[in-house]
């Protein structure tokens, strides 16, 4: 195991932190609650699923010098309701929803920022780089991806962005005790984001992972996005997304392969209404594929979920999107998917996908989602599926 320091840096910070609230100075520190149930409900043609989950992250973020704060977090997931394959103990004829029974250190880091302008965070930390495509915290399952690593971020001008990261260790969603629930070894991440005024913000980056344990997910990724919106006449505007990157093999990956992807988006947009167009291709090349596993892959090509890791024959991802919120008491948003998905290989079919999702806060800090996607296969890739959830989440 490299680099087992930076783990042990996450336990000195949450001693760090703990040291003054046990000595009775913690009137400065601010408490960290986020508690979530979820009931969840996955069909598909072979096997079903039923979770109903409660996920409770509780911390504290304590002062402890000028400029220097520390943070402790742990998270719980249980599982009241746990007619599920949960993705690490098998579970004969249901479906997996990869929502393990969890108790553990989920957050432990010191964040140094001598100014508005420089700061550097070590220990283990969440990670969310631009829209979390390809390093997120996989917010939406129960148990969160973390880092155990050390991220510096500098702002030489109020629109420019640059933000570095070494990890050593990523804590991933189903937990230390799957074979794939912690990857060890070397990743570096690297982004420059920069506003560019009426043409949009645009941001270059680059990911490179080399694994001790999951070798095959070893790879170099270097991309840019621009992404901007431009009023057409008062009340409305036009919004637009383009994107590009090239992965290829890295590290210890045995294989070699040198693979694309792409996204172009262009919409339209009010104070309460937005729809757009988006094409995004994930290329294969029969064997390989573009791979985001860092990233949070729910809410890209799908809220089912049945499109997880891209196969060798790639994906193409046509898609209409739309949200509207409503001006009611109480103020709710709709919004809503339409996909149609081919391979990159062939331009074969691989179905198609419909999602509706329902979002309002109910009263202060608590939030209420409903959702239902549906996957309609058009290969033997994928079965037929049909994910609903209902959850209410509470932030103080």
Known sequence: MRNHSLTVLAGIGAAAVAAPVLAGEASTGTLILDAR???EHFDTTSADATAGSVRVRLGWKQPLAKGLTGLVELEAVGAPIDDYADGVHPSPGRAVIPDPEILELNRASLTWEPSRRLGAEIGRQRIILGNSRYVGNIGWRENEQTFDGVRFWAKPNPGVTVTYAYVSRVNRPLGTKSPQGVWRGDVHLAQIETDLGAIGKASVFALLTDFDNAASQSTQTLGARLAGARAIRPGLSATWELEHARQGDHGANPQRFSVNYDQASIGLKTAQTQAALVVERLEGDGVHAFQTPLGSLHGFQGRSDVIGA???VGVRDVFLRGAHSFRTKVPVK??????????????????REVDIVIAAPVAKGWSLEAGLARFDSAARLYPDATRAWLSLEFKL
């Open 310 to 312: 891209t196969p060798g």
């Open 334 to 351: 709709l919004s809503g998917e339409l996909h149609q998905f081919n391979t990159t290989v062939g331009d074969d079919r691989l179905g």
């Open 37 to 39: 149930a979820r009931l």
